[in-house]
């Protein structure tokens, strides 16, 4: 026979609680059990019941004294299963991973084999066949002689494009025909819409010269190009970059000019430092043109990884517009920022074996590098800080829901007290 002597210990223990509380006992051998609230019973006030457990607890105490050893050992666990459960939703599996990596791939051979390494020839710039197809497109959309009629019209004339320093006040170290463009930074497919503007405004020219001096000066011959409205002001710049599109010497990629101030750096057999490798870059091709062309590379890893993010969210039950992968934020598309870290690094790694191979600046992919760091952010961020905040969230989401369940007993259990016995 089992031991009942804890039972009787116990029951002895919850008897004596019930008369303390002022409840009836029911006889024994009565049936059904009820419990009848004394009518006289006066609940006492917050403040006595925290008073007397102040004075029969001494010492700091902790939630945890509320626990037996067995009792800690299972929540602990419980802990674990909640924490594996959150990690699992955002595990990548080997579907995931090989997308990722398949993508990355196929961006590094694109980038070797279609884009290339821009050179001059007699018929002007040459590199890859997917970046020859691109200049011929660009080409045909901004036809040379329409762009050279365009620059010789007062609506693309803007005060921001002296070639050399014959007409400066203050000289800007290195401007010339060559380098203007990359010197001026109204002359930025990117910051020439803030710079720029604000230089058609206000008549001036801002330039970040070759030994990487700001100067922001008045050029007088250049000055009366000014344009008193902004939007006037906006559709200026807008013509001025489109005229200069296809030139020779085009545009230089978005935000190259601040790579003027990197005067640091002791790069290949002539030891020239980040500000000269770019100024040779953008001398040898290296343009805005180019750049949309190393723009593909990237662009594949993006189209392939959310693709296939999408296909495996459809096929795991998902809808269509849920499925869409727009976002990469880790809680709406769990797995989507890590596969385009995945895949970004890969290109990444194998255009870092190109230059290294080649031992050409020229070989860099701008862009691709560029949206690697935007990943390789995102995903440390989220690996540090923001992944363990959303999982603590999780698991005390879950204690909740089950802490919810409890305390909606209470309440029916105190509903029911009210309207008569209970019965148990």
Known sequence: MPDMREAERRISCSQELLDELGYARPARGSGQVSLVLDPNLEAPSWEKLSAEAAASVSGDVEIEFLFTEEQLVANAAVIRELNGEYDQIHH???YDIAVAAAAGVLAGAVDILLVGVPHKTREGLKAGSLSDYIRDMFDKKFPPEEMERLANSKVSKVPFDAQDNRNTTIDVDGLCTYYHR??????????????GTADILSG??????KAGHIVSQVVENYANRRESDVFAALAKEMAHLASD?????GLPVPLMGLLNLFQFGSIGEYEQTVAEIVQGMYYEG????HFCSMSMGAAIVEVVVRI???LRRIKDGATVGDAIPVSTNHEKMPKLGTMLFIGHSAASAVNAGKVIFTDNPLAI???QWTLFAKYAYQQLRWGLVTKPEFRNRYVLGAI?????TVYDDIDSFFEESQSGPVSL
């Open 400 to 404: 909740d829901g089950e802490l919810a």
């Open 182 to 195: 990359l010197y001026s930074l109204g002359h930025d497919p990117l910051l020439g819409f803030l710079f």
């Open 92 to 94: 990548l599996d080997q």
């Open 365 to 367: 992919n701008y862009p």
């Open 245 to 249: 599109m296809t030139t020779s010497m």
């Open 204 to 209: 001036r020219m801002t330039t970040i010269d």
């Open 286 to 289: 290296y343009d805005f043109i």
């Open 308 to 310: 296939g993010y999408a």
